[in-house]
């Protein structure tokens, strides 16, 4: 390949590789339809990247004649060890994924039209956004709720459980899979789905229990809080914790901090996550964490949770609490800095008892905090930081490194 030449315009303008699948856009240029595909729908871009013109719509029309060039041209360069691009598939139509639906309303045949429109999903943008348009995530999420209620009712056989399971599943890989848009997230999203996939992270196979968090990640970024999010059953968060806890991957547990930002600010909430064990939990994961983003995340979390008494006390009840969240100020970025004081700024304000002060001074907060002011980490950081030290200055005033000034504010 590499004595090759390829001519240059066998090159997708995006990526430089050669095009698989010529299409045209609107504005009249060819590119791979994988690379254009990424461009527009992935990385959500309106313009041409070739001309800068906003496009006129999204239709991708096969370049045939260009693709058959590409192919010849392969061929003639065989002896080379250039292999001939098979001709890609068409697109899938709408006649051709509504007669799956169709089809699929027929017990015998759920799981074949399933698994058939799962390999029609994986195959290309274009046909993601043609099973959308002709409802077919509307179909999977009434297709799951109705699944698990028949998967985890009493009375149904062990037998009729294992095929409603595992077709549950099935659907909510597809689902998830069609990375839905924001409009359709906020008509599909009810009570019902998100108890479904409650269910689903609490019984499901380990990757349904990433699908099943992913995807209420999505739905509770749009959800209406009134309606949804502070009905969250206390099981709900109990699973969250426990997907936390299993340590799934990284993506896994940064979408399952991003729903407990979310969703533990509204009603009782925090106080579901807190009974769920979400604090101590927390704390462990802050021990073991070299992720930036996700260690930003369980401050945030746990700022949110330190907001109440019982989040406070579950802290403090843990003997390695206060510690690190002092020790990831200054270490992680700013965020975390941020956090982390507002956290300690809580405790030292309304659960500041004589020994809790004692355990700040001898974990080096005061020493952290101390830094704080001397370095660049902004002005409200700086000024919060300052506020405690003020605060407690004649508990702390033994500490060699708190500023003479505070100690003279509270003489003997």
Excluded at 30 to 41: A, G, L
Excluded at 128 to 144: N, P, W, Y
Excluded at 178 to 196: G, R, Y
Excluded at 343 to 357: E, N, Q, W
């Amino acid at each position: 390949m590499a004595e090759v030449e390829i001519p240059s315009y066998f090159l997708c303008p995006i990526t430089l590789d050669m095009m698989k699948d010529p299409v045209t856009i609107s504005t009249g240029i060819t590119f791979d339809r994988d690379s254009i595909e990424n461009w527009i729908f992935t990385r959500e871009n309106d313009t041409c990247p070739v001309t800068k013109q906003v496009l006129s719509d999204y239709e991708l029309i096969p370049n045939i004649t260009l693709r058959r060039l590409i192919q010849s041209w392969c061929t003639l360069h065989s002896s080379h060890g250039i292999e001939r691009l098979p001709t890609p598939r068409s697109p899938v139509s709408k006649s051709q994924v509504l007669k799956l639906l169709n089809d699929a309303d027929s017990p015998n045949m759920q799981m074949g039209c399933l698994r058939r429109l799962k390999s029609i999903a994986s195959e290309n943008q274009a046909n993601k956004r043609c099973m959308e348009a002709v409802g077919t995530a509307d179909f999977l999420a009434s297709f799951i709720v109705n699944k698990t209620l028949e998967t985890y009712s009493a009375d149904s056989e062990s037998e009729a459980k294992s095929e409603s399971k595992l077709m549950c599943e099935e659907a909510l890989t597809i689902l998830y899979s069609l990375h839905l848009s924001e409009s359709w997230l906020e008509s599909v999203c009810n009570q019902e789905l998100v108890e479904s996939l409650t269910n689903m992270m609490q019984f499901g196979s380990y990757e349904s229990r990433a699908y099943a968090i992913m995807l209420l990640k999505s739905i509770l970024e749009v959800a209406d809080p009134a309606r949804i999010v502070i009905n969250l059953s206390s099981e709900f968060f109990v699973q969250c914790a426990q997907i936390l806890n299993d340590e799934f991957s990284r993506k896994t547990i940064k979408s399952t901090l991003k729903v407990l930002i979310n969703v533990c600010p509204w009603g009782r909430n925090r106080i579901k996550a807190l009974e769920a064990g979400t604090v101590p939990l927390l704390i462990d994961l802050l021990l073991d964490s070299a992720d930036k983003r996700a260690c930003e995340m369980m401050l945030v979390v746990l700022e949110i949770l330190c907001q109440f008494a019982e989040g406070r006390a579950e802290l403090l009840n843990h003997s390695a609490g206060i510690a690190i969240v002092s020790k990831k100020i200054l270490r992680i970025s700013q965020v975390a800095s941020e956090r982390g004081v507002r956290i300690l700024h809580s405790i030292s304000k309304f659960s500041a008892t004589p020994g809790v002060l004692q355990v700040m001074l001898h974990v080096g907060v005061v020493a952290k905090l101390c830094l704080v002011l001397q370095v660049d980490c902004g002005t409200k950081i700086k000024e919060t930081a300052r506020e405690m030290l003020r605060l407690h200055a004649r508990a702390w005033r033994n500490s060699s490194c708190i500023p003479q000034h505070l100690i003279c504010a509270y003489p003997s």
